[in-house]
């Protein structure tokens, strides 16, 4: 063999190993699938707003996104394949240690959770207090079904993914990607059932995603991932928390039989600004003093903010307000909180925080 065809052979090699860097430097993005309607199949392409959710397995919702690829080095797990509404404390707890076992993991950059929309905004808030990591992690869904016109699933798996992938994205807790916009997991809320926009945060989203670019224009400032106190590795369950409704003409009805069922906190989901029904007021002055948390918050769609000491005497009667969370994120943080305490003045602590 001659030294100038093995000198060329070497140069090929060379050459060869030099583009390997490219590939391999390519983020590694894992889709953990839940199912919901991102999953989801409707009987003909007109059908968006009746359908079978949970349907398509996670193999599937990749190869219908071939463009993924161009992003990041993608894989799935099928976790769940159920419909959101049907998510309990259990899924949570089971899905949180899987995101954080792989977190772990050195050839994990990002994760990308897909996810019904009925509870997509309570499983985005529960990761967003309990995994300790940078690394970003996405929760997604869609409006509706793809096998309907106009499907939003596939441009919000591409978003989701390719925000994973980011690294201006590390460290700004859990993002829920969807319609184009970047919310936090913390803010964002379903607040119309057959809008492709229907995630909304009251203090706006915290960017854009276009065309696999991020642009932000805010950062979150409560509590969260690796500033967090809680975390998922001590936790096996989570405490029984309730949420009752208030409305006119509310009996304690509810919150009796909540609490006779269990319940170690009830959600006051109250009107305005947390109010609560003077004809309930001595039920839950009655609950707190048997062990019960009683927690203001209000169903006010958009942005309820609810005061302490405003409308109830909440230093009187010891409860607790649940700040600018809806009924939902407030038994979220409720059940994680209580995990480690009972103290109704740590509690309001970590409702101001968190």
């Known amino acids: 063999m001659s030294n100038r065809f093995l000198s060329r052979c070497l140069l090929i090699a060379a050459a060869c190993l030099a583009a390997l860097p490219a590939f391999a430097a390519k983020p590694n993005v894992v889709i953990l699938a839940t199912g919901g309607t991102i ?28 463009e993924l690829a161009n992003v ?64 970003p992690i996405v929760v997604v869904g869609s409006m509706r079904p793809g096998t309907a016109m106009s499907a939003d699933g596939t441009l919000n798996l591409f978003n989701a993914v390719s925000v994973a992938a980011s690294q201006d994205a590390r460290g700004k807790g859990v993002l829920v990607t969807m319609n184009d ?29 276009v065309e696999g670019k991020n642009y ?30 208030g409305y006119g003409n509310v009996s304690d009805t509810a919150y009796r039989a909540l609490a006779d069922k ?59 307000v649940a700040h600018d969370l809806n009924p939902q994120k407030a038994r979220i943080l409720a059940a994680v909180a209580m995990t480690k305490t009972q103290d109704s003045k740590e509690l309001q602590r970590i409702f101001w925080e968190y």
């Open 39 to 66: 999953a989801g199949a409707g009987a003909a392409a007109t059908n968006s707003a009746t359908y079978q959710a949970a349907k398509v397995p996670v193999d599937k919702l990749i190869a219908g996104v071939p």
């Open 262 to 320: 269990g319940a170690k906190a009830i959600i006051h989901s109250g009107t305005g600004n947390g109010s609560v029904a003077a004809r309930v007021v001595p039920a839950l002055r009655e609950l707190r003093a048997n062990g019960v948390q009683i927690i203001r918050s209000s169903h006010v769609n958009g942005g309820g903010f609810v005061l302490r000491n405003a409308e109830q005497p909440d230093d009187q009667y010891d409860w607790v």
């Open 72 to 135: 990041a080095q993608v894989r799935g797990e099928q976790v769940f394949q159920i419909a959101s509404e049907s998510f309990t404390n259990e899924h949570l707890v089971t899905l949180g240690k899987r995101v954080a076992a792989l977190a772990r993991q050195g050839d994990v950059d990002g994760i990308v959770i897909t996810h019904g929309t009925d509870t997509l905004e309570e499983t985005a808030y529960f990761l967003n207090l309990v995994v300790h990591t940078a690394k």
């Open 216 to 245: 932000w224009f805010r950062l979150p400032a409560k509590r969260h991932t690796t500033n967090s106190e809680f975390d998922i590795e001590q936790i096996d369950a989570l405490a029984p928390v309730e949420i009752a409704y």
């Open 181 to 209: 916009e970047l919310n936090s997991g913390r803010d964002v809320a379903k607040t119309i059932n057959i809008k492709t926009e229907a995630f909304k945060s009251p203090w706006g989203p915290l960017g854009m995603v």
